[in-house]
């Protein structure tokens, strides 16, 4: 009875695993998703990604996520004319925030 009740207790403490806020992962979305962007060797000191917003949807391994970012050349030069605009960016981002897909 008492490794039974030692058993329970256990999984009930185990189970209860806080769920992230939404707004939370807003946040941890629009970071991976800012690190990936700024992260590329071929364009990182070059072209800056700034990510505006993001809106998502949960899969059960991933989140879909589309995202608003505003994209700026850091120099610009005689030959390179400033650029500033703002798009869309879709990618695919697991739940561990590290593996980001932009396939679709």
Do not use: Q, W
Request: glycine content about 4%; overall charge positive; hydrophobic content about 35%.
């Amino acid at each position: 009875m008492k490794k039974l009740f030692t058993f329970c207790l256990c999984l009930a403490l185990f189970s209860c695993v806080p769920k992230k806020n939404p707004s939370d992962i807003d946040g941890y979305l629009k970071s991976a998703m800012s690190d990936f962007l700024n992260s590329n060797a071929r364009v990182k000191g070059k072209i800056n990604y700034e990510v505006k917003s993001v809106t998502h949807f949960e899969e059960t391994s991933y989140y879909v996520c589309e995202f608003k970012v505003r994209m700026t050349n850091a120099i610009s030069s005689n030959d390179t004319p400033k650029v500033d605009t703002i798009g869309i960016m879709k990618a695919k981002i697991d739940k561990n925030f590290k593996v980001i897909g932009r396939d679709f």
